[in-house]
C-alpha cells in the first residue's frame, strides 16, 4: 500500500483509477486517411478533501504525462514498438499522430475540449495547471477548480472524460505500437 501525507489537505485521490486499455486497428483506408476517434476512454473521478480543520491553501493539480519505455531504447517521440509487421522502409509511428481531448461539462480545464498531442516523453498536459492560483468556489461552475470537492457532490467540476483521436496515416511501418498514460494527481504544497 502506498500513502503519502497531506500537508494541507486530508485527502487527495482519483477513484476509480483501474488501468484503461485502448486498442486502434487500422484495417481500411479510410480510417488511415481520415483516423479514429475514441470517446469516453477514461473518467476521471477527482475528490479533494479538507482537513478537519480547514486550511486555506488546500488546491491541487492534475496532468497527463505519457511513457513510451525509452528506458528500453525507444526514441522519446515514438511509440513503443511491440511487433513489427514485415521489414518497413518507414519509421515507427512518432507520438503527435495521438491527440488527447479531456473535457467535463463546467469547462473546467483551460484546455477544456481541446485535442492536444504530446510530441515526446517529457511534455506534460495540463488539466489544472499548478501555476494557477488558487480559485474561490462558487455555487456554479468553476474554472480551473483547484479547491477542494468531490466528483460526488461537485460532479460537473470533479469528473472529468478522457478521449483520443489517431490519425496515422500510411507514412509509418505496420506493426504493433503502445503509449502508456500516466494520470497524475497531487496536492499544490
Known amino acids: ?95 503527435d499522430i495521438l491527440e488527447i481531448r479531456v473535457r467535463n461539462t463546467c469547462e473546467t480545464s483551460d484546455n477544456n475540449n481541446t485535442f492536444i498531442s504530446f510530441t515526446n516523453t517529457t511534455d506534460v498536459i495540463e488539466i489544472i495547471s499548478e501555476l494557477i492560483p488558487k480559485t474561490p468556489e462558487t455555487a456554479g461552475c468553476d474554472s480551473n477548480a483547484n479547491f477542494p470537492g468531490s466528483y460526488q457532490t461537485n460532479y460537473n467540476e470533479f469528473n472529468f472524460i478522457v478521449d483520443f483521436r489517431i490519425k496515422p496515416t500510411f507514412s509509418y511501418n505496420p506493426g504493433v505500437y503502445q503509449l502508456n498514460f500516466k494520470f497524475h494527481l497531487e496536492e499544490k504544497i
Not at 18 to 37: C, E, I, M, R, V
Not at 71 to 80: K, L, M, R, S, Y
Not at 83 to 90: E, F, R, V
Request: charged share 20%; glycine share 6%; aromatic share 10%.
Open 1 to 95: 500500500m502506498f500513502c503519502t501525507a497531506q500537508v494541507h489537505c486530508g485527502r487527495v485521490e482519483l477513484v476509480d483509477k483501474d488501468p484503461t486499455n485502448q486498442s486502434f486497428t487500422f484495417d481500411t483506408f479510410t480510417k488511415y486517411q481520415a483516423g479514429l476517434t475514441f470517446n469516453n476512454v477514461a473518467r476521471l473521478k477527482v475528490v479533494v478533501e479538507d482537513k478537519t480543520i480547514v486550511d486555506p491553501l488546500c488546491q491541487w493539480f492534475l496532468n497527463i504525462e505519457v511513457d513510451n519505455n525509452s528506458a528500453a531504447g525507444t526514441p522519446v517521440d515514438e511509440w513503443e514498438e511491440l511487433t513489427q509487421y514485415g521489414s518497413g522502409n518507414s519509421s515507427n509511428p512518432l507520438m
